[in-house]
Nanobody, 125 residues
Framework: QSQLVESGGGLVQPGGSLRLSCAVS????????IGWFRQAPGKERERVSC????????AYADSVKGRFTISRDNAKSTVYLQMNSLKPEDTAVYYCAADRRSSGCSSNVAAYDYWGQGTQVTVSS
């Protein structure tokens, strides 16, 4: 059974850091591009970052460029999102998702085949 499990969320003060992990099982991770998305209450789900199957290509939302870094360790079947200089507007549920078809990585929610359950990130003083 294919499964993506996020971890690493929590409460952090503005300016702080968190590292999210997405552990993948039941899939051959090197066959999938992985995206990180977030959804705040009352807002649409948005792609924060993604990484291609090879790890060569990455993309970031303008709002997180220079603060967030995505990486993958196919041997550990895990994808990471390092989040630095966190802001209150980063507060959301963060999801990872797997995309088998895209050659690079997609910002389109519909392109992703498998989703995790999400992890809450709250940035507040």
């Amino acid at each position: 059974q294919s499964q993506l499990v996020e971890s690493g969320g929590g409460l952090v003060q503005p300016g702080g850091s968190l590292r999210l992990s997405c552990a993948v099982s039941g899939l051959s991770l090197d066959s999938y591009a992985i995206g990180w998305f977030r959804q705040a209450p009352g807002k649409e789900r948005e792609r924060v970052s993604c990484i291609s199957r090879s790890g060569v290509s990455t993309a970031y939302a303008d709002s997180v460029k220079g603060r967030f870094t995505i990486s993958r360790d196919n041997a550990k079947s895990t994808v990471y999102l390092q989040m630095n200089s966190l802001k209150p507007e980063d507060t959301a549920v963060y999801y990872c998702a797997a995309d088998r078809r895209s050659s690079g990585c997609s910002s389109n929610v519909a392109a992703y085949d498998y989703w995790g359950q999400g992890t809450q990130v709250t940035v507040s003083s």
